[in-house]
């Protein structure tokens, strides 16, 4: 066997890849991992802070937007959180958990990084960084032409990411590579990302940049109760990058401000000292977002004078906040990316082509978006998992 053949070539050493790497190096095969940066993994690096949020306890097939809700539930369910966990306590990570069943290492993300440098050193598997792809094609095996030679494989798995944050190399080399061999592509857009917002809303945001609050973020029939933050090009914060991943372009999101509160009850029953609205709202909400919400609205009154219908307005106000934003911070900014290789042309079970056998997409580049806390990390764990055990 020459030094250019290989049983399975995987474009991409991120998460996805190397899990897929791994795999495949256990059950004996001759594996390469092409990087074109000049280090592994650079999106786990960068991840939850530095501290990697590498999965979540409680991970669903709801977790997940897709054209096909159904897609991911095979391989989530044959490479659970639990199976990634024993890896990383084999290799004595420290970790901790955060609300949500959210798992971060204690340390840093980097730690992650030398656990999969160390299983594809253990299961022979090479690792090429600072290859740049040319091209890859199907001949009697698959050809991939790069900066380093020309390699031959069998299988070839397809591991590199979408769109998002393109200053860590982020390409669309998966998308032309499926295009290509006749594979589908939705529409992708970016996910888990800030919104941005121009007018009244976006100087009243502007002004109240770095102030977070707790709320619950809606549209259409998706909400999610975390901290919203205020930027100065608009919304941010974990509940605004939940939300996006749903929003499209013209749609409004409504924001409740008060989540969990009744205003109107709170003046009749309880004796808050406050004698207009935006001390009592100071009890609830950041001053400065308190005061900012009752500037330029009828509510300067004292409360004493403030009927119950209007108190109930009020209420229905904060509760409701509809406002409209003219987009987000694009792939820049975004954490993922929504849409990619359609799912209808893979198998479930392997993440196969359905049309071209020994050709495999793994990972974000599939039309598998997760939730924020671990969900898209586990996703890339899992289908290079379902791929790594075939390839």
């Known amino acids: 066997m020459s030094e250019a053949a290989y049983d399975v070539i995987v474009l991409g050493a991120g998460a996805a890849g190397l899990m897929c790497a791994v795999e495949a190096g256990k059950r004996g095969r001759r594996v390469v991992v092409l990087e074109q940066n000049e280090k592994i993994g650079e999106k786990i690096r960068i991840s939850g802070g530095g501290r990697c949020n590498f999965t979540n306890l409680s991970v669903e097939p709801g977790h997940y937007l897709s054209a096909n809700r159904h897609f991911c539930t095979s391989a989530l369910a044959r490479f659970t959180p639990r199976d990634f966990l024993a890896l ?26 030398s656990m999969l440098r160390a299983e594809c050193d253990r299961t022979g598997v090479a690792v090429r960084t600072g290859c740049r792809i040319a091209s890859a094609a199907l001949e009697a095996e698959f050809l991939v032409r790069t900066s380093g030679g020309d390699l031959y494989a069998a299988s070839l798995v397809v591991a590199t990411g979408g769109l998002s944050i393109p200053t860590l190399g982020a390409t669309d080399l998966g998308y032309r590579l499926a295009r290509q061999f006749d594979l589908v592509v939705t529409d992708v857009r ?9 007018g009244r809303d976006g100087e009243m945001m502007k002004r109240l940049s770095g102030i977070s609050a707790a709320a619950v973020v809606s549209c259409g ?14 919304l941010s914060g974990p509940a605004i990058l939940q939300i996006s991943s749903y929003w499209k372009p013209g749609a409004a999101i409504s924001i409740d401000l008060l989540p969990g509160v009744e205003l109107a009850q709170e003046v009749r029953t309880k004796s808050s000292g406050a004698k207009e609205m ?8 950041p001053r400065r977002l ?4 009752c500037a330029g609205r009828p509510w300067s009154k004292s409360l004493s004078q403030t009927s119950q219908q209007e108190l109930v307005a009020y209420e229905d106000a904060l509760h409701h906040w509809e406002v409209t934003p003219d987009g987000t911070e694009g792939f820049a900014k975004a954490e993922v990316t929504c849409g990619g290789v359609d799912t209808a042309g893979l198998s479930s079970k392997t993440m196969e082509s359905r049309q071209v056998k020994g050709l495999y997409f793994v990972g974000e580049v599939v039309d598998v978006t997760g939730h924020l806390g671990g969900y898209n990390f586990q996703w890339a764990w899992a289908s290079g998992f379902a791929a790594g055990q075939v390839a």
Not at 221 to 234: I, P, Y
């Open 88 to 113: 990383v306590e084999r290799y004595k990570i420290p970790y901790h958990e955060k609300h949500s069943g959210q798992l971060f290492c204690d340390t840093s993300s980097r730690e992650i990084l």
């Open 190 to 198: 970016p996910g888990l990302v800030p919104l941005t917002f121009s």
């Open 221 to 234: 029939e998706h909400s999610f109760r975390e901290q919203l933050l205020f930027t100065h090009k608009g």
């Open 278 to 285: 935006a001390a009592l709202l100071a009890h609830y909400l």
């Open 290 to 293: 308190a005061q900012e919400w």
